[in-house]
Structure formats: structure tokens, C-alpha cells
């Protein structure tokens, strides 16, 4: 029994996929190149330098091992909220840094109108502002650094 999976390419950028005669669904192709980050990661080696740094090894100390990871069901959140299709966004790494300089801005603000009784709450309003911020900023860069081309 011989199967054959038939993929035509439309006009105006419409792919056809299905099984000989029958379409099973159409797909419009996007012009735009996403970027390869599965090949960037590889390109600048960034598992080895993990492994190398103890990345791994540490974070399963704190508890978090690829089987709490499945029992948590983070992969699948990740998906739900679209993180994965933010990756290959190019449009993340400005957003990120624009959601990095409003953290970074929110910070000092909150501290500096807030109520004068109530330090700590601000303190430590502004320190997990400035930790936001740091972490948008990191991501940013790491994803910009993985989708050049």
C-alpha cells in the first residue's frame, strides 16, 4: 500500500497539504524568514556552555529536574501562552527591552511618590522592579544574540 503525501504551493503564497487528492488543510507561507534559533543555539553552543557553567546540575539541586518540569506541565503552558512562538518573533527583543526601560523607569518612580511611611513595602517594590527589568533586559539580549542571522 503505497502512501503519498501531496504538498502543492498555490499562487498568492497558499500551500496545499494532503494525501494524494484530498487537501487536508491549506497553509498560508509567510515571506518572512523566521529565524533558525535551534540553529543558533547550536551555533554558539550555548547547552555545552551550560553543562560547562553547572547550569544543570544546580538547578536540579533547587528541585527542578525534567521530571518535575512534566509534572508541573510547564512545557505546555509554555505553549499555551505562546513563549515558544515569541522566540522566533523578531519583534521580542524590542519589546522585551521596551518592557525592561518601563521596569527600570517604574522603580525609582515608586519609591520616590510613594507614601513616605511606608519604606519597605516601596523598597521592595523597587527591588522587584529592578529584578524584572534586569530579566527582560537578559532575555532580550539573548534573544537578539540567538536570532541574528
Known amino acids: 500500500m503505497e502512501r503519498r503525501t ?40 550555548l547547552l555545552s556552555k551550560a ?40 519583534n521580542a527583543p524590542a519589546l522585551l527591552t521596551t518592557v525592561a526601560v518601563v521596569c527600570y523607569a517604574l522603580a525609582p518612580a515608586l519609591v520616590y511618590f510613594g507614601p513616605d511611611d511606608q519604606f519597605v513595602p516601596e523598597a521592595i517594590g523597587a527591588a522587584l522592579l529592578a529584578l524584572g527589568g534586569t530579566a527582560a533586559f537578559g532575555g532580550a539580549t539573548l534573544l537578539g544574540t540567538l536570532q541574528k542571522s
Open 6 to 45: 501531496n504538498v502543492q504551493v498555490r499562487a498568492a503564497g497558499t500551500k496545499s497539504i494532503g494525501y494524494k487528492d484530498k487537501e487536508f488543510r491549506s497553509k498560508t507561507v509567510s515571506s518572512k524568514n523566521a529565524p533558525k534559533l535551534l540553529a543558533r543555539v547550536e551555533e554558539l553552543r
Open 51 to 90: 553543562e560547562e557553567a553547572g547550569l544543570l546540575s544546580a538547578a536540579e539541586k533547587a528541585g527542578l529536574s525534567l521530571s518535575s518540569i512534566e509534572k508541573m506541565g510547564l512545557l505546555s503552558k509554555a505553549e499555551d501562552f505562546g513563549i515558544l512562538t515569541l522566540a522566533t518573533d523578531k
